[in-house]
């Protein structure tokens, strides 16, 4: 599935079976939250911190999977073509990180 494919079924999925779009702020919120689940595995299972039982079972992918959820909601409601901005990020890396990561003496 492309990234176009995506937005197009998150559209529709909310407009059938979500009733409607949350507001922006909302969804704002809504993504912050979702990233604070990322952040709360990636912590236990990456970091220091130990799992609480009701973390054990949880699924990295699916959070990940939440986080482009919400953005891609908000990437629709704004009216932001993920594929074209995505591609302009990678062609404004390309041009000011050519060298950065390169000569980047902590990076060695």
């Given amino acids: 599935m492309t990234i176009e494919e995506a937005q197009q079924q998150v559209d529709h999925w909310i407009n059938t079976v979500g009733v409607r779009y949350f507001n922006e702020l909302t969804n704002m919120a809504i993504l912050t939250e979702e990233v604070g689940e990322l952040a709360r595995i990636i912590a236990r299972k990456y970091g220091e911190q130990s799992f609480k039982e009701s973390d054990k079972d949880a699924d990295l992918?699916?959070?990940?999977?939440?986080?482009?959820?919400?953005?891609?909601?908000?990437?629709?409601?704004?009216?932001?073509?993920?594929?074209?901005?995505?591609?302009?990020n990678f062609e404004k890396k390309n041009i000011r990180d050519k060298d950065r990561h390169r000569n980047n003496d902590k990076l060695k």
């Fill in 61 to 88: 992918g699916d959070e990940m999977a939440d986080v482009l959820w919400v953005l891609m909601c908000l990437a629709n409601q704004t009216g932001v073509d993920l594929t074209k901005a995505l591609e302009k």
